[in-house]
């Protein structure tokens, strides 16, 4: 199989860590990665003394296992080779080439650094394979795109504007509760977008109730006091006394949302026919590599060709397997409630089933998260803990190691869940977040000989390629990609212009930033802690920052929970500790990290962040002021001014 993206080539070197000339070696080709980390990624095995390492090298036999002669009599340190799927540990499977000991390594970085009008071996050529495409092919449309949300759309109009003939198909097949939507994909109409708006809700809701009696704002007790007439009932009944403070109605921010997302519909269609892109509502099939055909929600087919085809169809939540599984909805269904969902129970600790469980409970439901083995798996865990937490504080409940066997249906609707612990409960509504896969089951993609991974069917590619030349994807459907809007939109709009402008600049899918919009929110870019000891072992450095958000510091309701920040280093380089991961719990997470993705592309230092004036008083400037490391066991909390 192909990779799913190609990255830089992934260089690993061996050695104990007191060696000398491992030590030298391995700073070269440190600082080779850290100036091109767009073309290498250096991944150190430093062994705690010689004996170890020789165990691991000779005795255990690593050396035997390479296809290289020269391998074979290598004993000193360093070992080091260049592997091709990047593998973290040391795994004879996938050594692409030997390249030697120190003075080899100190060649191969000569050869790495030096300009050349060729290809070196382990040097990916930054091209696609030829596709085929002609200018006067015989087929109907240049492009046509399958898939109508944020990546295709972005790359039909980019076609369209470079002279393409493009069109797009967007269909939505309803899901298993009968839910659908509009153009403009996942992000628009059942993801990012209304979950944001929920959230923030949500974090009004909450805001409400812990911080205005600080700020000296007092609310009426209820709306009628305004002489206000509601447009929908509240949520309380004739039997049950009204709160105090603000009254949740559910159905007219659901409403409110969805007039939105309708809004944003009729625009992308406008925006499509603004650019020449043709619109088909129809489900598209493959008949062959240059065939599809197209089926409207009447079930009536016609049949469209193409010299190019783009697959955006994103992907669908799966499914909970197990006895009345078909109870639950998902995210696609949750923001199109009728009524408020009441006690819910979210399966799954993915960042959706947080996220949901998060604003439901801010809107007032009784929310309890199951959770088969960790949060957020994949998330740095300091940061992680920090929202489970603070999640626990503001009252969802979470039931850990458990999964839900058995779903039916009782009193009035109601749902009684059984879990793997013998425990059960009931609910109004159990929505599942237990991941997804790609929309691909009834594309035929095996009639157009395109290649893809069976368990999530998602398809494999290199630079957004596919295996069938003239076929390409981009977004949530490609395997390895990182499933966020901004990602499918870039890679796109790259691609169009390598399409049909000539262009050469690819898809950069390292170090991109994102957000967990929690009740807490937590945003990154780069590597987790984890992940950094596990690429660069001994050569990692993490500073820490505590701190009470201004805005927090008046309420007594927050004085349990601080902000945090998390910058991790590659200490080797004296004098320039590359930045490895930015780390940032607390509130408006995404504004905060944004401007520190840019900077991590530029191959940001901790001497970079040291230097920066910070904007006072604000959460950000935490994050320059950084300066107490995790190992050095020093408090981390931050002062005043």
Known sequence: MQNAISGPVCLHIAGWSSCSYYSRAASVVGSLSILFPQR???????????????????????????????????????????????????DHTDIAKFVGGHDDTLEWARSFATPSTTDGDDVPKETMVDDGHIADHPYEYDLVVIGGGSGGMAAAKEAADNGAKVACLDFVKPSPAGTSWGLGGTCVNVGCIPKKLMHFGALLQESMEHDLESY??????????????????????????????????????????????????????????????????????????????????????????????????????????????DLAISSDDVFSMEKSPGKTLCVGASYISLECAGFLAGYGNDVTVAVR???????????????????????????????????????????????????????????????????????????????????????????????????????????????????????????????FVNATALMDYVNICTTVFTPIEYACVGLSEEDARKQFC??????????????????????????????????????????????????????????????????????????????????????????VTKSSGDSASAGGC
């Open 538 to 627: 001994g050569s990692v450095e993490v500073y820490i920052r505590e701190f009470m958000p201004l805005e927090w510091s008046l309420s007594h309701d927050r004085s349990s929970h601080n902000a945090f920040v998390k910058v991790i280093v590659d200490k080797r380089v004296k004098g320039k500790q590359t930045v490895l991961g930015i780390h940032y719990v607390g509130p408006n997470a995404g504004e905060v990290m944004q401007g520190y993705g840019a900077a991590m592309k530029n191959g940001l230092t901790y001497e970079h962040l040291k230097d920066t004036v910070g904007i006072h008083p604000t959460s950000s400037e935490e994050i320059v002021q950084i300066s």
């Open 216 to 325: 000296g704002i007092d609310l009426p007790t209820a709306t009628e006091e305004k002489g206000e007439k509601m447009d929908f009932e509240p949520t309380t009944t004739p039997e049950e006394e009204a709160p105090d403070g603000p009254i949740v109605v559910w159905e007219k921010v659901r409403k409110n949302v969805q007039n939105y997302i309708r809004s944003l519909n009729f625009k992308y269609r406008v925006a499509l026919r603004e650019k020449n892109v043709t619109y088909f509502n129809k489900l598209a099939k493959f008949v062959d590599a240059h065939t599809i055909e197209a089926t409207d929600k009447k079930g009536r087919t016609s049949t469209i060709t193409a010299s190019r085809f783009l697959i955006s169809v994103g992907g669908r939540p799966s499914d909970l397997e197990c006895e009345g599984g």
């Open 40 to 90: 290498l990624k250096v991944v150190n095995h430093a062994f705690a003394d010689r004996g170890s390492y020789r165990q691991w090298l000779i005795e255990d036999g690593f050396r035997e296992k390479v296809k290289d002669a020269r391998a074979t009599k290598q004993s000193s340190s360093p070992f080091v080779w260049v592997s091709s799927k990047g593998s973290p540990e040391p």
């Open 373 to 499: 083995s960790i949060l957020l798996r994949g998330f740095d865990r300091d940061c992680v803990k920090r929202i489970g937490d603070y999640m626990e504080n503001r009252g969802i409940k979470f039931k850990n190691e458990v999964t839900p066997i058995k779903m039916e249906k009782v009193d009035d609707d109601r749902i009684l869940v059984t879990f793997s612990d013998g425990s059960s409960d009931t609910y109004d509504t159990v929505l599942v977040a237990v991941g997804r896969r790609a929309d691909t089951d009834k594309l035929g993609l095996e009639e157009a000989g395109v290649n893809f991974n069976p368990k999530n069917g998602k398809i494999y590619t290199k630079f957004e390629q596919s295996s069938t030349p003239n076929i390409y994807a981009v977004g949530d459907v490609m395997e390895g990609c990182p499933e966020l809007t901004p990602v499918a939109i870039q890679a796109g709009q790259l691609l169009a212009r390598r399409l």
